[in-house]
């Protein structure tokens, strides 16, 4: 039976679609096409009110009982009040339930040691739900890169991956190019959380903790996973752990 990986999505308001007179769902098509690729099945997840003590609520662990992995995607960016800071002029829309929503998912899938595949957002999710920050806007700084700017361009750069890291086992090659569009990044480290890859200009872009496996990048790997073979081999090694064909 093929792995299911649970996806996070995003609400879409009315009017978002053409053509649509109803609110929507979604995520991009490359996270679902890369998983197939990988021999699993993604299941678009909305984005609801987790843990707020409503008896009618959904507790995020039972959400995870009905998969085998869970895929946090990019998106906009993370209320800052999540991480004791005020907004940057630059922050893009943030949705609370969105925020509630894939911090608790993720805490529950360390927890039980469900194996997640945490991308650009994902990866910020993941820094914040183990107490770290992050640096709210980084486009156009003297001494950094191009790392792209959501929802206008991205940027092809070269990440350093250390080698004997799981997320260098998963890529299989140490100097992955990559295709990146964020304006955030990791700052103060959660805890347990190791740096793992490096784009040249000292952005971290890659992490994971010693239990389970849990991965974060900061990068896009769905956006060529198409054609480049490092960036799909990252989906199956993903998959193969989902379906508990690779235990370490």
Aim: aromatic residues 4%.
């Amino acid at each position: 039976m093929r792995p299911l990986i649970a996806v996070t999505g995003r609400r879409l308001p009315i009017g978002k679609i053409e053509g649509w007179r109803e609110p929507a769902c979604a995520t991009p098509t490359y996270y679902l096409e890369a998983l197939q690729r990988a021999g699993a099945t993604g299941a678009l997840l909305l984005p609801v009110p987790l843990d707020t003590g409503d008896a009618a609520g959904v507790d995020a662990a039972e959400v995870l009982e009905r998969f085998d992995g869970l895929l946090l995607t990019g998106g906009d960016d993370l209320d800052p009040a999540r991480y004791g800071q005020e907004p940057h002029p630059e922050l893009l829309p943030v949705d609370a339930d969105a925020d509630t929503f894939e911090l608790a998912l993720i805490r529950a899938a360390i927890e039980h040691e469900v194996p997640t595949l945490a991308i650009c957002r994902g990866i910020q999710v993941l820094n914040v739900a183990l107490g770290g920050s992050l640096d709210q806007h980084i486009t156009g700084r003297d001494g950094l890169i191009n790392h792209g700017v959501p929802h206008v361009g991205g940027a092809m750069h070269d990440v350093r991956i250390e080698a004997g890291s799981k997320l260098a086992a998963a890529v299989g090659v140490l100097t992955p190019t990559c295709h990146s569009h964020h304006h955030q990044a990791l700052d103060r480290l959660g805890e347990g959380l190791r740096p793992v890859a490096w784009a040249e200009d000292g952005i971290v872009e890659g992490l994971e903790l010693d239990d389970g496996w849990i991965v974060g990048v900061q990068w896009h790997p769905e956006d060529t996973a198409a054609a480049d073979a490092d960036q799909q081999r990252l989906f199956t090694s993903f998959v193969e752990r989902a379906a508990g064909l690779v235990r370490a």
